[in-house]
């Protein structure tokens, strides 16, 4: 009886000990993440892996929320003027950088001046920004954006890596080399240490302009083996992983205090025809084959489930997107009925080309040659060394009947690709298109009403459709895999997660 | 002069080994792809001009041979330059080597203090109980492959049991698990060999000799038979270091040990030529001197050697 009671007492105590340990312990959420981008100033990268951590610690004028809405970031409003060549920014005012610098007007000056300067033409986020001719200060909190040319997607871009305000004097005074293994900004979360290939810490900004965040301690871990990631998870040693394998889906949802949360992602899986040579020159051929693929099946068995049909380059998140697009119905019959008005006999060969190193890609590769050998053509696989296909196949038209793209379009905007893809000599169209399908594009990258805008690109849309280019197959989810103490997790579309919300609960 | 002679000959042999797998290592690589186009992206809006730029700016723009004298010349005045994407490279791989050497030598050594007792054991008990369940043992370890076992041992003790971290560099209890699936596997390899050359050298006469001058069988084991199948020992694990280094490089990605092998995956992944070309150069660099130092060691334990 004296032991049971003893017992309790411990078990009373250590219930004490427990919950008064939670109040005062700090709240810290660990994520994990394939790649460690290695390097921290925005205007290096274009990895997803650094906006996942980036998004924490800088801040645009601009901010893209979960619903990939615009919302007022470090300008609290903007107006477009004279037709668009000039763009005027109103700024927040008290905002400080993590050094206690001081954010207005010259350190936007900055930012873009360095970024169209010597220093953005080592990396890769220049070019997305060329059309910005030069900033203005107009007073403390104040600045104008003078344009070269109209630029639609300039405010949305503002969201973008590439346009993350950073501190001119800590830059000017530290040097580049130093501001990229020791980032500061103006984000939610503070820089505290970074291991390359292992971690970074961030500590929390309590003077956050857009409120405290809830939690004070945010790390990233960068685990590249996918089972290890899990391992971790598994383990309770972090809480939420990034780039979880589909595969790995059915593990998760075994585990009773883990779960999957999936939002619609940008990127998407397709095959583009070549329009120049072999069988697939025939329109007929083209919509034959869209016909005679099941997207459906596809991303039961490789997704997990987590993906869209789709019926253009794009998911329903872009803008650009028509609900109205009617896709080419699955069925194997009309397609070997027009492969046969196109002369094509029963077996031909063709030939699908992919990016070797993506396992993912090879197995749909493989099921796209049995959904092609039941209308009657004989699909043969050809992996190619990834850079080599990239660099030397694709652009070059260089690619067989059949050549995999896949695409991710960050920007939610589908001139992004659209216009990469679609308009005769960019790089992602060696076999060209129409004239039609060059004014089209041209068109919609000067013009400034929105609406006017989103007609034109559901017109290319329409239009690529019409002349069956590709086979558009799925818009891929993306997947986190979330510890359930973790409570407030919004997931971002875009993966550039900025943790505001969220709290750990023991 | 002949043992002299001999240390120079093998010393240009190595050097010249040194250089060819240098040479083929820079080759190869530039071979994969275009590191330029690596950086700028899939998606950007790329021109041939901003190629152009960058390649400038990384060096590719020179012949082969001068980008290659280049680097061998800084490999030896300690100067290893800049990698493309992670600042300067001497920093790097001095903290990945220490890594790497760490866990290779843990290994190491707990492979031989599991392996050195087990193998005598079962040479002086030829074909006995213990001595079969051994020899089982040592070939179902071999017959792991590293990363699975990688994987099952840290399912076990750290989801499973929690008793250890899963991955990463948190202290010394970090080094066991990885420590454990590499020592594993060499041990299982280890094992067999000590076995095969304990029995050899305890069939010989002058172990007959010992015994029959009735040394105690503690000093006929370990001061005679151990040293004279040392030789033998010795040189399987100077072969065996080539294949420790790479089984190094599964596992330390398993466990995202911050090693040799981490990085080099990682350079592969970016295309960081100047990085994973140092990784692989120093790494054979480090597998010629192990065997040099083997061939070595033989003429110092073996004075037949010295004498041919």
């Known amino acids: 009886m004296l032991k049971h009671h003893s017992l309790k007492k411990l078990a009373l105590a250590t219930l004490l000990v427990v919950s008064s340990s939670s109040v005062w312990a700090d709240t810290s959420l660990t994520v994990a993440q394939r790649q460690d981008p290695n390097s921290w100033d925005p205007i290096d990268t274009f990895l997803v892996a650094w906006s996942s951590a980036g998004g924490s610690l800088f801040d645009g004028l601009v901010l893209r929320d979960e619903n990939l809405k615009l919302q007022p970031g470090l300008a609290t409003s903007w107006e477009i003027l004279e037709d668009g060549l000039r763009m005027r920014f109103k700024l927040s005012e008290g905002v400080k950088f993590h050094n206690g610098e001081d954010f207005n007007a010259d350190a936007v000056k900055f930012t873009f001046d360095r970024l169209l300067g010597e220093e953005g033409a080592k990396g890769p986020q220049r070019s997305n920004y060329l059309s910005i001719k030069s900033i203005e200060v107009v007073d403390d909190h104040t600045v104008d954006f003078v344009m070269n040319a109209p630029d639609p997607v300039m405010l949305t871009k503002l969201a973008g890596y590439g346009a993350m305000i950073v501190p001119p004097k800590y830059i000017t005074e530290k040097g580049d080399a130093h501001f990229n293994m020791n980032p500061v900004g103006t984000g939610p979360f503070k820089f505290k240490s970074y291991t390359q290939g292992d971690k970074l810490e961030l500590v929390i900004n309590p003077d956050y302009f857009g409120g405290k965040p809830k939690l004070d301690n945010l790390t990233y871990r960068f685990i590249r083996e996918d089972a290890t990631r899990l391992a971790e998870l598994q383990a309770g040693r972090v809480d939420v992983v990034h780039d979880i394998a589909f595969s790995a889906i059915p593990t998760v949802k075994e585990n009773d205090s883990i779960e999957i949360v999936s939002v619609a992602g940008p990127s998407i899986m397709s095959y583009q025809f070549n329009t120049k040579a072999g069988i697939t020159k025939d329109l007929k051929v083209r919509q034959a084959i869209n016909m005679a693929v099941d997207k459906k099946v596809l991303i039961d068995a490789f997704l997990g489930g987590y993906g869209t049909p789709i019926d253009s380059l794009q998911g329903k998140l872009s803008f650009g997107y028509d609900p109205d697009l009617k896709g080419y119905p699955f069925d194997p019959e009309k397609a070997k009925q027009l492969l046969k008005e196109a002369g094509v006999k029963p077996g031909t060969e063709i030939t699908i080309d992919y990016r070797a190193n993506n396992a993912a890609v090879g197995e749909i590769s493989q099921a796209m040659t049995s959904f092609l050998q039941n209308v009657g053509l004989n699909a043969k696989l050809k992996p190619i060394e990834s850079s080599v296909f990239l660099n030397d196949i694709v652009p070059k038209g260089k690619t067989d009947e059949l050549f995999q793209f896949t695409w991710g379009g960050w920007t939610f905007d589908f001139d992004n690709t659209a216009y990469l893809i679609y308009h005769d000599g960019e790089r992602w169209n060696p076999y060209g298109t129409s004239e039609e399908m060059n004014k089209l594009l041209e068109a919609q990258r000067s013009i400034v009403d929105q609406d006017e805008r989103l007609k034109i690109l559901r017109q290319v849309g329409q239009l690529a459709h019409d002349n069956a280019y590709h086979l558009p197959l799925y818009n891929e989810d993306t997947i986190y895999a979330v510890s359930k103490k973790v409570k407030g997790f919004v997931p971002a579309p875009d993966r550039r997660m900025r943790y505001l919300t969220t709290t750990v609960e023991e | ?308």
């Open chain 2, 1 to 308: 002069m002949p043992i002299v002679s001999y240390f120079i000959k093998r010393f240009l042999q190595a050097a010249f080994v040194v250089v060819v797998v240098s040479l083929l290592v820079a080759f190869a690589i530039r071979m994969t792809g275009d590191p330029a186009m690596m950086m700028l992206g899939e998606s950007a809006n790329i021109t041939e001009a901003d190629l152009h730029n960058i390649r400038e700016q990384m060096g590719l723009n020179r012949p082969f041979l001068v980008q290659y004298w280049g680097f061998m010349s800084g490999l030896f005045s300690g100067d290893l330059g800049d990698s493309f994407f992670r600042g300067a490279i001497a920093p790097l791989i001095w903290q990945a080597m220490k890594a790497t050497m760490l866990l290779a030598i843990i290994s190491l050594g707990v492979s031989m203090l599991i392996s050195l007792p087990l193998g005598i054991y079962a040479a002086r008990h030829k074909n006995s109980w213990g001595d079969q369940c051994i020899r089982i043992l040592s070939l179902t370890g071999l017959s792991f492959p590293n990363f699975w076992l990688g994987i099952m041992l840290m399912l076990l003790f750290s989801v499973t049991l929690k008793w250890l971290p899963v991955s990463g560099f948190s202290g010394a209890s970090s080094l066991i698990l990885p420590a454990l699936t590499i020592g594993i596997i060499l041990t299982a390899s280890n094992l067999r060999i000590i076995r095969s050359a304990m029995l050899e050298v305890l069939n010989s006469q002058y172990v007959m000799v010992a015994r029959a001058k009735g040394l105690s069988e503690h000093r006929v084991i370990y001061r005679h038979a151990l040293r004279n199948s040392a030789i033998t020992i010795i040189t399987y694990l100077g072969l065996q270091f080539g294949a420790l280094m790479g089984g190094l490089v599964v596992v330390e990605l398993v466990f995202n040990w911050p090693g040799m092998g981490t990085l080099a995956i990682e350079s592969i992944a970016q295309r960081d030529y100047p990085i994973l070309q140092t990784v692989v150069t120093v790494l054979a660099m480090l597998i010629v001197f192990v065997n040099l130092l083997v061939d070595v060691a033989y003429v110092m334990l073996d004075p037949r050697i010295r004498l041919e």
